[in-house]
């Protein structure tokens, strides 16, 4: 759904999202920039470098769980299985060094001069100002498809809706719009964790429904 939705977008694609390790997300990006829409992408700071950039030292002093996501990382770029990554599976098969290849535009939670409020935990999409994808699961293989250490697995219990309202998607793009700021490169703007703005619920009328949208104060989610 995610890359489909993406594949539809006309004029704009806004991402925020933890974790951004999945390469075919990355290239529906990649092809919607280079057919003239607006992209931005906004991650978080522990998950804002490629794997590959990783020296081993560097890889060895990552917690257990840092290195089981840099295990199917691995497992999912590197096609020829010899338990290394080339440069030609490198630019077809990790997400970051795709994105930042095009010329992507990204930033994180350091973007504030902060060392990073380790709360930017979104997962949503907003498309042409219109369409919203809201998810409970990072954009990554054990979250998505499955985890690499049980095949039988479906991966992480999480839901995913796609909702069409404009009245939606312009509070979603109000909360983009306070942590990217000017974007990279800009001014000292950029908000994340506690230097967000507190806001009260805000109630949209989504078909027959009303949905009340709470950005908390002080996090990422």
Do not use: C
Not at 25 to 36: D, E, F, P, V
Not at 73 to 84: I, V
Not at 150 to 164: C, D, F, Q, T, Y
């Amino acid at each position: 759904m995610i890359t489909v939705a993406i594949s539809s977008a006309r004029s704009t694609v806004d991402i925020a999202v933890q974790e951004f390790p999945l390469p075919e997300i990355a290239k529906a990006l990649t092809n919607r920039q280079r057919s003239g829409v607006k992209v931005r992408l906004i991650g978080e700071h522990l998950y804002n470098r490629p794997w590959s950039n990783l020296t081993a030292q560097e890889l060895a002093s990552l917690p257990q769980k840092e290195r089981d996501h840099y295990s199917e990382s691995l497992q999912l770029a590197d096609t020829n299985q010899d338990g290394k990554l080339g440069a030609e599976e490198i630019k077809q098969n990790e997400a970051l060094a795709i994105v930042r290849d095009a010329e992507i535009p990204i930033i994180d939670d350091t973007a504030d001069g902060s060392k990073g409020s380790s709360l930017m935990h979104h997962k949503f999409v907003v498309i042409d100002g219109k369409t919203v994808i809201l998810t409970s699961a990072n954009f990554t293989t054990s979250d998505i498809h499955g985890d690499f250490k049980m095949a039988a697995s479906r991966g992480n219990p999480n839901k995913l809706v796609k909702i069409e309202s404009s009245e939606l998607a312009k509070l979603f793009t109000q909360e983009f719009s306070i942590m990217w700021g000017d974007g990279p490169g800009g001014k000292a703007d950029r908000k994340f964790g506690v230097k967000k703005p507190f806001r009260l619920v805000q109630k949209v009328r989504v078909g027959n429904a009303t949905v009340a949208v709470l950005f908390s104060h002080g996090s990422g989610g």
